[in-house]
C-alpha cells in the first residue's frame, strides 16, 4: 500500500516562509495531477495549488503570488514554497496526488502549519 508523505510544516512567524514537500513512500507509476489542500479548524478543505504533469499551476485566490507549486516528475515529489505567510494560512496541509490510468487518488496524512507571533 502506498502513502503519501509530507514534510515541512511548522511554526513560522507572520511574513515568514516555510517550504512543504510530498512524495510517494513506495514505488508507484503514473501520476498526474498533484496539488496540496489545506483545512483549518471549523473550515471545509480547501484547495490551495494544484499542478499537472506538463506543469501547468493553479492556485487559490488567497495564496496567489506568496505560494508557488512545482514537481518533481521523476521523483513523484510535489513542492509547495510559502512566502510572505500569514495566522490566516494556519491549517493542515495535505498532500494530493492521481494515479492518472486509474484516476485513483492518493493523499498524504497531513503537515500541521502554524503561523502565529
Known amino acids: 500500500q502506498v502513502q503519501l508523505v509530507e514534510s515541512g510544516g511548522g511554526l513560522v512567524q507572520p511574513g515568514g516562509s516555510l517550504s512543504l514537500s510530498c512524495a510517494p513512500s513506495?514505488?508507484?507509476?503514473?501520476?498526474?495531477?498533484m496539488g496540496w489542500y489545506r483545512q483549518a479548524p471549523g473550515k471545509q478543505r480547501e484547495l490551495v495549488a494544484s499542478?499537472?504533469?506538463?506543469?501547468?499551476?493553479n492556485y487559490a485566490d488567497s495564496v496567489q503570488g506568496r505560494f508557488t507549486i512545482s514537481r518533481a516528475n521523476a521523483k513523484n515529489t510535489v513542492y509547495l514554497q510559502m512566502n510572505s505567510l500569514k495566522p490566516e494560512d494556519t491549517a493542515v496541509y495535505y498532500c494530493?496526488?492521481?494515479?492518472?490510468?486509474?484516476?485513483?487518488?492518493?493523499w498524504g496524512q497531513g503537515t500541521q502549519v502554524t503561523v502565529s507571533s
Open positions: 494530493k496526488a492521481e494515479q492518472s490510468w486509474t484516476h485513483t487518488l492518493y
Open positions: 513506495g514505488s508507484i507509476f503514473g501520476l498526474g495531477d
Open positions: 499542478i499537472t504533469r506538463g506543469s501547468t499551476t
